[in-house]
């Protein structure tokens, strides 16, 4: 360090660190160079490490290189709308001799999606969320979309699903988002959504079984089941049964089926031990909104698991995911006491981009499809 006080060269607390008058710059090609400011000079060896370097990797996802009128390069980030003429890769630069890295990262409660597919590029991928229109299938389905799937937000409100799909696209205009009509209140709607996705003759890597119905007062589906029931577990059922042989065809694939903590604090079996239908699609005079919650989530969980003990030598995974607890959305949005207890404990909760990690695609060695979960069993 002494020598480079000598030649002139401050000390600094880190190694790489560049001393003051001096720039870090790189070619088209990707080589990496320092410009001396004081003297007008430019080099490629570091000024104090004397190591030379170059940049790893393409451009991060949403990012472009375009050239101005001068021929200078610079780059756009579209997703944060901002440029500069910075490379934004020179923060992974590596030396001609690299050292082999370890690209492990770690995750806490303030972690969100965004943060866990950062760096990740998922096009060519093809994911649908349903009930995608708000809330965490909303933040989901938006931060999928953002790092290059192709996603298909599947919802019965038509109106408000084209409404979330243009906020998609105001944040990012190459975003591939399209809306599809399914109500899962309807066992036709379900085989119709089925066949117009079949038609398409797209693959399919991720089916996430998001949209839920919580609170509301007892009534019948046009198929004679009790709605809470048949919205929030029988419908996604068939829904993965129509789809199973397009996840077949697009290993790895995978359903992540968001089930909740409140699947504890209910039983579907009589006294004797035995499933009781009879709990799963109550009459009305036996109807408690959240009892009938928490049972259809308890069911989500058990057939999580036995979908990937059948599918996952097929190469399909399956997996239940807890996403948080009495997150402020529009679930509570059929009963005036559950918005206001909801409202009450939002200072406490996460947010819905916090909560919506659970279904991130992503990987600690890539993107290849592996998904952060919190399983509830």
């Not at 809306?179 to 089916?207: G, T």
Request: net charge neutral; hydrophobic share 35%; proline share 4%.
């Amino acid at each position: 360090m002494a020598a480079l006080k000598y030649a002139g060269l401050d000390d600094t607390d880190s190694e790489d660190e560049l001393p003051p008058g001096w720039e870090e710059r790189s070619t088209k090609d990707g080589w990496v160079y320092f410009a001396n400011h004081v003297d007008e000079k430019t080099q490629w060896e570091h000024p104090k490490t004397g190591k030379r370097k170059r940049i790893a990797g393409d451009l991060p996802y949403g990012w472009e290189q375009e050239t101005d009128d001068n021929g200078q390069t610079y780059f756009v980030d579209h997703l944060n709308k901002r440029t500069t003429y910075l490379d934004p890769r020179l923060a992974f630069t590596v030396d001609d001799q690299p050292m082999k890295m370890s690209t492990r990262q770690k995750y806490d409660g303030n972690t969100t999606a965004m943060d866990i597919l950062q760096g990740c590029d998922l096009s060519g991928k093809v994911v649908i969320v349903t009930g995608a229109n708000t809330g965490i299938g909303f933040e989901t389905a938006r931060s999928v979309a953002l790092h290059g799937a192709t996603v298909i937000m599947a919802c019965r409100n038509l109106q408000k699903a084209n409404e979330a799909k243009r906020q998609i696209l105001d944040e990012w205009h190459k975003a591939k988002v399209e809306v599809m009509i399914l109500d899962l209140a309807s066992f036709r709607s379900v085989e119709n959504f089925a066949d117009a996705f079949k038609s398409k003759n797209l693959p399919l890597h991720v089916l996430i079984c998001n949209a839920a119905w919580m609170g509301g007062s007892w009534q019948l589906t046009e198929d004679n089941f009790e709605w809470t029931f048949q919205v929030n577990h029988l419908s996604h059922v068939y829904l993965v049964s129509l789809l199973q042989d397009d996840l077949r065809h697009s290993i790895p694939s995978r359903v992540v089926v968001v089930s909740s903590e409140s699947h504890r604090f209910t039983d579907i079996k009589d006294s004797s031990g035995k499933l009781d239908l009879g709990l799963l699609s109550p009459s009305k005079k036996d109807y408690w909104a959240m009892l009938a919650y928490n049972r259809s989530k308890l069911c989500n969980v058990l057939f999580s698991q036995e979908l990937n003990r059948r599918l996952s030598p097929h190469g399909v995974t399956s997996n239940s995911v807890h996403p948080g607890n009495m997150m402020y959305s529009s679930l509570p949005r059929n009963w005036w006491g559950y918005r206001l207890l909801f409202s009450l404990v939002r200072p406490f909760t996460k947010s819905m981009l916090k909560n919506a990690r659970g279904y991130s695609p992503h990987s600690k060695y890539g993107c290849n499809l592996e998904i952060r979960l919190y399983p509830v069993y």
